[in-house]
């Protein structure tokens, strides 16, 4: 009886920790976006933003919305897996036609929202006083992390997170991929 | 390039929309899409000097009672390039053309309007290709021929020939919104095993040849004067294993220089490769300067394997080496003041230090560079400086400049590492620096392919290689690189005459090299035109990103384009039908080139994974507890 008592006790207390930590991921990753929003609200096409906290190693360096989906992240410099806990970090990958752009997010974080993204979807990046505007043209989800580059266009946009999107296990080979072309000034 | 991709989409699209699917495929039991597998295989290669170029015919036939679309995969050698396909079915023959990327556009729309398709040949990862042809009737034959240009390998003394004759890749494309992993829907439904495939091959190795041989085929070998005829011995071969040829130069005690021409268009274009000795000659003196990137970033794998790399590079320096080690993140930091003879006490506290190098800042790149290029390294001795980081360039000009300004005498070799190297300034870097460029995307091979490079920059054998020409000469690249053990130079030139001596010049570690070359009978259809022409669009490219004139360089590139059937930003290869019926029959294709694939980095946190465990646990106690007072 009482070993049963400590055993159900043990339990509820597990159950509290595993919340609390779900819940300490997601609060980290609000709580990074709340002050990356503040240092790139000063950042200028001259100046680099400030460095949200002072021990970061990234800085901000670009707003990604995506309207109709209510997404609306500060990228991160520098793509390393470490950051993603902070927000999407934004590469330049050269691809054989030139250039594009690849944004890393966590799939339950601040990518949650690419699940109901649909083609012709518009895409926004404000980058260096910039506003860019893309437009959804493909989606797909690939068996690997491989993407092979060479129908990519310059000046192309590709978000990637994994998948599915609620899977248990963070480290399968699944990818769910947006691939959206820059719209021409036209 | 853009609307390349806008092709892939939509033809993709259109052919699932229009098809009746009965008429197009038929269904094993299984379910499967199946594809005819080509009845015959024939491939040629001619390969002059180190140029390769190739021919792949296939045909087959619909042994179905039904209308197909038939679906094949080509693998090709991995830097393969097609420049030509030619698509035969019954009396309609589609080939391709290279054309102006607004005319092809056109005649995609127009194609598009009027519902046609015929046959695609796109590239599905990075050494495959593949070809539908649509609407096949039952018994109907249909033939293709691929032609394709490559450069030889050359590793361990030995010429290397290999052309893969079956695919493997997990390469997703980006299509029509599905997952089209190559694996799922490739080999096994196309290219089912045991297809007769002949091969041969024209040889023109100029220079001469102490021993050939394959060690996947039985082959014979006919020698006519300078070149020879290898065939496979027993006929056609089953499509069970890659084919590979290897032969061996006579072995020279110094580098050995070939010359060859081609005569196109009224022009004569020239090549030249210079060969490296097998056996390892005394080599220069060299300063080692290796910068090692230590910001925050390159946590975890990526430095451990940098490290790894460093330090053995550091083991194999000689005594009358010198070197320094440059550590950066947001400020540089150097191991000794200035450049050292590499002694055993000094080489051991450079183990030391870089055992001792910690992740962690940000990527201040142009400090690091400027202290690598500071000073001259004195007269004898190769300064080779290894700038090894997974930053993102974002000075690129001030970058390029200091280059250019501080470079002196020195050799720059920058390594990108990482999911996103900028490639395009890893190559200017690296040409302005005179030296060569690594992209490592995958972290797993940072070791390996560091390792890859020390041991090419352990022994460089030939500097201050020059050309001289007896006329006005284009030559690319237009910076003459240094010569390193176990890798030839090529060098591609454009010339008004076929007349005259060419003399190659350069420094060996015993002293001066030199020698004449006569300008010889042209040869045809060589690949050295294209190589040359592939080589300065790279160059005007180059330009192009540095912002020059756009105009003037894309004519400059589309001319080159259509002249000699490149795949570039102005230009591309089109597919068109030319039906006997008199229709306005225009179909298409794509052929994508140059393909390049990138890992996409895990993006997934732990926290379904506690909220999981949460919910178990919080089961595993209500249950507990409610098991517990039911009994009570």
Request: aromatic share 6%; net charge neutral; glycine share 6%.
């Amino acid at each position: 009886m009482n070993l049963r008592k400590l055993i159900a006790l043990a339990a509820a207390f597990g159950a509290c920790v595993c919340f609390a930590e779900a819940g300490y991921i997601g609060a980290k990753a609000e709580l990074a976006q709340m002050l990356l929003a503040r240092s790139f609200a000063q950042q200028s096409a001259a100046q680099l933003a400030p460095k949200p906290w002072p021990w970061a190693d990234f800085r901000p360096v670009a707003r990604l919305q995506i309207k109709r989906l209510g997404l609306d992240v500060i990228a991160l410099s520098d793509a390393s897996p470490r950051h993603l806990a902070f927000g999407p970090t934004l590469s330049r990958v050269s691809t054989p036609s030139g250039e594009m752009k690849l944004l890393n997010a966590h799939r339950d974080t601040h990518f949650a929202a690419l699940a109901n993204v649909a083609e012709g979807d518009q895409i926004t990046l404000r980058q260096s006083g910039e506003l860019r505007r893309y437009r959804v043209k493909t989606i797909l989800i690939t068996a690997t992390p491989n993407l092979a580059l060479n129908g990519v266009a310059d000046g192309a946009i590709v978000l990637s997170t994994c998948y599915p999107f609620n899977a248990v296990n963070p480290h399968g080979p699944q990818r769910f991929v947006v691939y959206a072309e820059a719209q021409s000034a036209r | 390039m853009r609307w390349l991709l806008l092709l892939a989409l939509t033809l993709a699209t259109a052919l699932r929309a229009q098809e009746p699917a009965a008429q197009m495929r038929f269904s094993g039991a299984d379910g499967l899409v199946r594809s005819a597998a080509p009845a015959a295989t024939q491939i040629d290669l001619t390969v002059t000097a180190m140029l390769v170029e190739g021919v792949v015919r296939q045909r087959f036939r619909n042994d179905t009672d039904q209308f197909v679309e038939a679906v094949w995969l080509q693998a090709l050698p991995d830097d393969a390039a097609v420049h030509a396909f030619l698509v035969r079915i019954g009396e309609r023959r589609i080939h391709s053309v290279v054309q102006p990327r607004v005319q092809a556009q056109q005649i995609y729309r127009n194609a598009v309007q009027a519902g046609q398709r015929a046959a695609i040949v796109e590239q599905t990862h990075a050494n495959g290709f593949s070809t539908r042809v649509a609407n096949v009737a039952p018994g109907e034959w249909v033939d293709v021929e691929l032609k394709y240009s490559q450069v030889l390998r050359y590793q361990d003394g030995l010429f290397k020939l290999s052309f893969p004759l079956a695919v493997h890749s997990k390469t997703a494309q980006i299509r029509a919104g599905v997952c089209q992993s190559v694996a799922e829907t490739g080999p096994d439904a196309c290219s089912a095993s045991n297809r007769a495939v002949d091969l041969s091959v024209h040889l023109m190795p100029s220079l001469p040849i102490k021993r050939i041989d394959s060690n996947t085929h039985d082959i014979t070998v006919a020698y006519a004067g300078a070149s020879m005829e290898v065939a496979l011995k027993a006929g056609p071969v089953a499509d069970d294993r890659d084919f590979e040829l290897n032969w061996e130069p006579e072995p020279q005690s110094e580098p050995t220089a070939a010359l060859m021409t081609e005569h196109k268009d009224g022009a004569y274009y020239a090549l030249l490769m210079l060969v490296p000795p097998k056996q390892a000659l005394e080599s220069l003196n060299r300063e080692l300067i290796l910068v090692i990137d230590t910001s925050g970033s390159m946590y975890g794998d990526a430095l451990s394997q940098a490290k790894a790399a460093a330090q053995d590079a550091l083991t194999r320096l000689k005594p009358s080496d010198r070197f320094n080690v440059i550590r950066f993140s947001d400020a540089s930091a150097r191991l000794f003041e200035s450049p050292l003879e590499a002694s055993r006490e000094r080489v051991d506290q450079a183990l030391r230090y870089v055992d001792a190098l910690d992740a962690d800042g940000g990527t201040n790149m142009t400090d690091a560079l400027g202290l690598s290029l500071r000073g001259e390294a004195p007269p004898g001795w190769l300064r080779q400086v290894v700038f090894a980081t997974d930053g993102e360039v974002e000075q690129e000009s001030v970058l390029l400049e200091m280059i250019e300004r501080d470079l002196g005498a020195a050799r720059l070799f920058p390594i990108g590492i990482g999911q996103a190297p900028n490639a395009a300034f890893l190559r200017r870097a690296s040409e302005r620096g005179r030296g060569a460029y690594l992209t490592v995307r995958n972290l797993d091979e940072v070791a390996a392919q560091l390792q890859t490079l020390f041991n090419k920059l352990d022994r460089p054998v030939l500097k201050d290689f020059t050309l001289k020409f007896p006329n006005s000469a284009e030559i690319y690249p237009s910076r003459l690189p240094d010569l390193y053990h176990g890798e030839p130079l090529l060098i591609s030139a454009k010339l008004a005459d076929n007349q005259g001596i060419v003399s190659a010049a350069g420094l060996l570690a015993g002293g001066r090299w030199e020698r004449s070359l006569k300008l010889a009978t042209p040869v045809h259809d060589a690949g050295i035109a294209r190589l040359w022409a592939r080589r300065k669009v790279t160059d005007l490219e180059d330009g192009l990103r540095q912002g020059g004139p756009v105009e003037a360089m894309q004519a400059e590139i589309t001319a080159l384009g259509l002249a000699h059937n490149l795949v570039t930003r102005y230009t591309s290869l089109v597919a068109v039908d030319e039906a006997p019926t008199r229709r306005a029959d225009q179909s298409l294709a794509l052929a994508a080139l140059n393909t390049d694939a990138i890992a996409l980095m895990a993006t997934a946190s732990a926290k379904p994974l506690w909220l999981c465990a949460a919910i178990l646990l919080g089961l595993l106690a209500l249950g507990v507890h409610w098991s517990g007072r039911t009994r009570a």
